[in-house]
Every structure is written in C-alpha cells, then in structure tokens.
C-alpha cells in the first residue's frame, strides 16, 4: 500500500472530514448554483414553491444545496426537477392490444 500524503488549504472556521471508505454512502458534497424557479406549486397546499437557500443542516451538519419545496411545515413534496422534458411515455405503449379476440 502507498501512503500519498495531500495537502489542502482550508479557510479557518471550514471542517473538513475525511472519511477512510468504510459505509461509502457518504459522498462528497459538491456546491450547485441555486436551482431555477420551476414554477407551479405544491399539489396537496396549492401554494407556490419556496427556495430553500443553500446551507448546512443543523441535524447533521451537512452542507446541502439551496432548493425548491412546499411552504408548508412537515410537507415533502417537491417539484419535479432534473428530469428532462421529452421523456418518453412508456404506459401508452403497454395498453391492450388492438386486435382483442372479442
Ligand atoms: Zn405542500
């Protein structure tokens, strides 16, 4: 095994932890620039989507990225982001097929 020693500067006050690979969920956070508006609004409040500025969690003190969510407390719908726009609907093509026996 070799041992390759990496210096990193790091601003006073930032934490850094290094995880030796044990779990692996862990993934290294990597900053996004704050999401566009993606319109509409929450289907059970019916009120607008609010941004969520980046941050880091008080609960686990994670970092996170800003992001889009209900207004409302204790709500998790989201908008539906980061998909593409032309997906393919697969449903309409497992319908009954044409030549029924009856
Ligand atoms: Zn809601």
Known sequence: MKT??????VPDGV???????????????VSRPDP?????Y??????????????????????????WTCPEMG??????MGRPSNVIDMTSHAGPPDDLPF
């Open 42 to 67: 929450c289907p059970i409040h019916e009120v607008g989507w609010n941004l969520i500025p980046a941050g880091v969690s008080r609960k686990t003190n994670k970092p996170y990225n800003a992001f």
């Open 75 to 80: 709500c998790d719908q989201k908008p539906q």
């Open 4 to 9: 390759i020693i990496i210096s990193i500067q």
């Open 36 to 40: 566009p508006d993606p319109g509409g």
């Open 15 to 29: 934490n850094v932890q290094v995880s030796q690979g044990n779990g692996g969920t862990d993934r290294p956070f």
